[in-house]
């Protein structure tokens, strides 16, 4: 069983915000032991890197995306929450949920992936 | 941003053959250096964490090494289930970056 699962619209309308959530079974998303982010990689290209949120509930996010996105927790649902407004094509990519652990920061779960994809 | 590189960007290697990959950071990163292998459709999956250390479950012929600013990931004999696009990530300090990936097909 996968522990990270994806959820949300695949289609956005360019200017509006993406909404995904992430679905935590493999655990208590208020673990001391973990930290929770977004990865996301557009077609053809690398992973990038979106933002992490911590288990104090600290945000760490890409300045390259700081201005347009939000990453929040809802420990009663188990999930953490990925928004990103004012969206172009460029965001067009595939969205993975990720669980941080340890001293390097390792992704050692990943959600299987969504592609959204951005229409004009 | 620190930039990460990869070389070769791809390579195509038979089935036990021994493969090499090398991952170069802007500045040093120490030993904060992970490398994940992808394949098309599937998450991504963490092989080695901290420069050297194998993630539980991953075959032992993985194995990676380096500091500051020059990282390998060998895979000592290539077997069918390895061909795959590799990434390395630095997490030395935000925002996380990860290379450009080398892809590695069957010759």
């Known amino acids: 069983q996968l522990p990270l699962q994806e959820s949300g619209p695949r289609l956005v309308k360019a200017s509006e915000t993406l909404s995904l959530t992430c679905t935590v079974s493999?655990?208590?998303?208020?673990?001391?032991?973990?930290?929770w982010g977004w990865i996301r990689q557009p077609p053809g290209k690398g992973l990038e890197w979106i933002g992490t949120?911590?288990?104090?509930?600290?945000?760490f996010y890409n300045p390259s995306l700081k201005s347009r996105v939000t990453i929040s927790v809802d420990t009663s649902k188990n999930q953490f929450s990925l928004k990103l407004n004012s969206v172009t094509a460029a965001d067009t990519a595939v969205y993975y949920c990720?669980?941080?652990?340890?001293?390097?920061?390792?992704?050692?779960?990943w959600g299987q992936g969504t592609l959204v994809t951005v229409s004009s | 941003d620190i930039q990460m590189t990869q070389s070769p960007s791809s390579l195509s290697a038979s089935v036990r053959d021994r493969v090499t990959i090398t991952c170069r950071a802007s500045?040093?990163?120490?030993?904060?250096l992970n490398w994940y292998q992808h394949k098309p459709g599937k998450a991504p999956k963490l092989l080695i964490y901290?420069?050297?250390s194998l993630q539980s479950g991953v075959p032992s012929r993985f194995s990676g090494s380096g500091s500051g600013t020059d990282f390998i990931l060998t895979i000592s004999s290539l077997q069918p289930d390895d061909f795959a696009t590799y990434y390395c990530?630095?997490?030395?300090?935000?925002?996380?970056?990860f290379g450009p990936g080398t892809k590695v097909d069957i010759k």
């Open positions: 949120l911590s288990y104090s509930g600290s945000t």
């Open positions: 990530q630095q997490t030395y300090s935000t925002p996380f970056t």
């Open positions: 990720a669980r941080i652990f340890g001293d390097s920061y390792q992704v050692d779960f």
């Open positions: 493999g655990g208590s998303i208020s673990s001391s032991s973990h930290s």
């Open positions: 500045q040093t990163i120490v030993n904060y």
């Open positions: 901290g420069a050297s």
